[in-house]
T-cell receptor
Framework: NAGVTQTPKFRVLKTGQSMTLLCAQD?????MYWYRQDPGMGLRLIHY???????AKGEVPDGYNVSRLKKQNFLLGLESAAPSQTSVYFC???????????????FGDGTRLSIL | GQQLNQSPQSMFIQEGEDVSMNCTSS?????WLWYKQEPGEGPVLLIA?????ELTSNGRLTAQFGITRKDSFLNISASIPSDVGIYFC????????????FGKGTLLTVNP
């Protein structure tokens, strides 16, 4: 999964703590996405961004905030972590989905987050 | 919202067998994608389909974009142990701002 880097790879939090997950891509991609993956649920979109300075809600946005201050970075924040947010979080990016030069989403290797 | 039904949920096969899995949707998609995920890693794209009726191969993998635009299948021929993993279909439509909708995955186990 060269090109999309997620940090950290693992984290354990206590309920109520806050933290920020970082996604960085070096492919000059416009679109970036945050997903969560839970057993038997596939990948569900949390938030996404169609360009620097923009963000939008996905399928399961509650309890999360995001920021895209720089084109190459997309941050996912948990303001007050809850056990229900225990999951594996994936970041993805792609160039311009509607363009002829479109490349499908590239994924990072994930961040495994446990909330106690 | 859009939903994808992916089947089967899991498969246990012997090395050398062929595998077939599919996804169906209640909505039309403009793009169908198939990803594979191995333990501890993110999904990796296998095949992308952009036109209804399109049949595309990638080595031992073949995928088709259904004519109705509401379904797609993935076939793996002559399976090998390294084919083990979770396979996801994903649909993308222009009307959804190009967001992907994922199936819940097919867990493939190959016995040597």
């Amino acid at each position: 999964n060269a090109g999309v880097t997620q940090t950290p790879k693992f984290r354990v939090l206590k309920t109520g703590q806050s933290m920020t997950l970082l996604c960085a891509q070096d492919m000059n991609h416009e679109y970036m996405y945050w997903y969560r993956q839970d057993p038997g649920m596939g990948l569900r979109l949390i938030h996404y961004s169609v360009g620097e300075g923009t963000t939008a809600k996905g399928e399961v946005p509650d309890g999360y905030n995001v920021s895209r201050l720089k084109k190459q970075n997309f941050l996912l924040g948990l303001e007050s972590a809850a056990p229900s947010q225990t999951s594996v979080y994936f970041c993805a990016s792609n160039l311009l989905p509607g363009a002829l030069s479109n490349q499908p989403q590239h994924f990072g290797d994930g961040t495994r987050l446990s909330i106690l | 919202g859009q939903q994808l039904n992916q089947s089967p949920q899991s498969m246990f096969i012997q090395e050398g067998e062929d595998v077939s899995m599919n996804c169906t949707s209640s909505s039309i998609f403009n793009t169908w994608l198939w990803y594979k995920q191995e333990p501890g890693e993110g999904p990796v794209l296998l095949i992308a389909l952009y036109k209804a009726g399109e049949l595309t191969s990638n080595g031992r993998l073949t995928a088709q974009f259904g004519i109705t635009r509401k379904d797609s299948f993935l076939n793996i021929s002559a399976s090998i142990p390294s084919d083990v993993g979770i396979y996801f279909c994903a649909g993308q439509s222009r009307g959804s701002n190009y967001k992907l909708t994922f199936g819940k995955g097919t867990l493939l186990t190959v016995n040597p």
